[in-house]
């Protein structure tokens, strides 16, 4: 499963960021984030899940974050930039508050790794070349699967 998260910022700089309903009550606070569908890119899916989270419309920037992260999931970042296209509605199914916030102003609750995003990857929209993705992470099973010999993938 691939992970892709959108860091969404508007013309002032600030992060756009989403209190979702399934997420643990004392973190719910996070940026756009949903799994990548067979055949789409990961940029499509920054723009796929924005718009059915939020209903606007983003352009994608650079990749921000790439790594191996929990059990078999690849976890994928990257800068969006919001211009004013449409019309911001929740999906109530997935999505309770929105909130436009400044990078020195983020709430409670808001999930530590995404937290970290918004301050690595600050100011670096649409600029090109900027700034560096942060590339990391080793996944290992606890132990081989059985019948599982040195020359199989």
Same mark, same amino acid.
């Given at each position: 499963?691939?992970?892709?998260?959108?860091?969404?910022?508007?013309?002032?700089?600030?992060?756009?960021?989403?209190?979702?309903?399934?997420?643990?009550?004392?973190?719910?606070?996070?940026?756009?984030?949903?799994?990548?569908?067979? /055949?789409?890119?990961? =940029?499509?899916?920054?723009?796929?899940?924005? #718009?059915?989270? +939020?209903?606007?419309?983003?352009? $994608? &920037?650079?990749?921000?974050?790439?790594?191996?992260?929990?059990?078999?999931?690849?976890?994928?970042?990257?800068?969006?930039?919001?211009?004013?296209?449409?019309?911001?509605?929740?999906?109530?199914?997935?999505?309770?508050?929105?909130?436009?916030?400044?990078? /020195?102003?983020?709430? =409670?609750?808001?999930?530590?790794?995404?937290? #970290?995003?918004? +301050?690595?990857?600050?100011?670096? $929209? &649409?600029?090109?070349?900027?700034?560096?993705?942060?590339?990391?992470?080793?996944?290992?099973?606890?132990?081989?699967?059985?019948?599982?010999?040195?020359?199989?993938?």
């Amino acid at each position: 499963m691939v992970g892709v998260t959108g860091v969404v910022r508007d013309r002032d700089g600030n992060v756009l960021l989403l209190r979702h309903r399934f997420w643990p009550e004392h973190r719910q606070w996070g940026l756009p984030t949903g799994g990548a569908k067979r /055949g789409e890119t990961f =940029e499509q899916t920054v723009v796929r899940e924005v #718009r059915e989270e +939020t209903g606007l419309e983003v352009s $994608v &920037g650079e990749l921000v974050h790439l790594r191996s992260g929990f059990r078999l999931r690849v976890e994928v970042a990257y800068e969006a930039f919001y211009a004013g296209g449409g019309t911001m509605r929740l999906n109530a199914m997935e999505i309770l508050e929105a909130r436009w916030c400044a990078p /020195g102003d983020l709430p =409670e609750g808001l999930l530590e790794p995404h937290r #970290r995003l918004i +301050t690595s990857s600050r100011g670096k $929209v &649409g600029r090109g070349g900027e700034g560096g993705v942060e590339v990391g992470g080793v996944v290992e099973a606890p132990q081989d699967p059985p019948g599982l010999g040195q020359h199989q993938v």
